[in-house]
């Protein structure tokens, strides 16, 4: 039970960290006159590119730490911080940044809606922190490699029906429903990275998690 409620929090926090809600917008203002078929494939597209993504940093991240001498521990408390920085930002006001990118659908399926802003530094910092300790933080496995390589897989797909069915959910949801979602997931996200900071401070000064009560 205790492994189940660990990669729940795992899933919750990489999937609230994607914030497929958070594309939406963009997403509708540039496939605006487009057909159904060509707003799915540019969903499609961008959820094959958050996975592959994702997958990527699951699969390199550790490996990227050990050739730079970088601990768990270290990376776990700069994770933490670059989470909790993106948590702000989600709570205190809406991403912005430019809604360009490439000049065909193809290109801004994947930049910038793919990455920077759904498989952005957050999601990947997470998925390289989980990666590296282990859901449970007892040692990464290759059970949590699979388990981590589904969460991902779930989350991408969840990217891909949250933005085909933007525009009824924007509707039905409006901008202040969205906005009001991102926040309150920015303040569950905010508490995941407090957590990750106190483990990494932990991992690097065990004399800390020693003496705490």
Known sequence: M??????????IAVFVLVNPLEGIPIYLARTQGMSNAQRLAIAR????AIAIILWVALALGHVVLQLLG???????????????????KMVLGPAGGDLGGGSDSG????????????????????????ASK???GQGASHGDDLVLAGIIFVVALASFLSLAVADPARRLLGDT????????AGILVAAIA???????LGMLYPQLASSAP
């Open 2 to 11: 205790e492994s189940f409620t660990e990669y729940l929090k795992v899933f």
């Open 70 to 88: 970088i601990s768990v521990g270290a990376f776990t408390l700069a994770g933490g911080i670059i989470i909790f920085l993106i948590a702000l």
């Open 194 to 200: 407090l957590g990750l900071v106190h483990e990494g």
């Open 134 to 136: 282990g859901i449970t």
């Open 177 to 184: 429903g969205i906005n009001v979602f991102t926040r309150i």
């Open 45 to 48: 597209t961008t959820s094959i």
């Open 107 to 130: 290109s801004f399926a994947i930049v910038p809606l793919a990455i920077p802003l759904l498989a952005g530094p957050g999601p990947i910092s997470s998925v390289i922190v989980y």
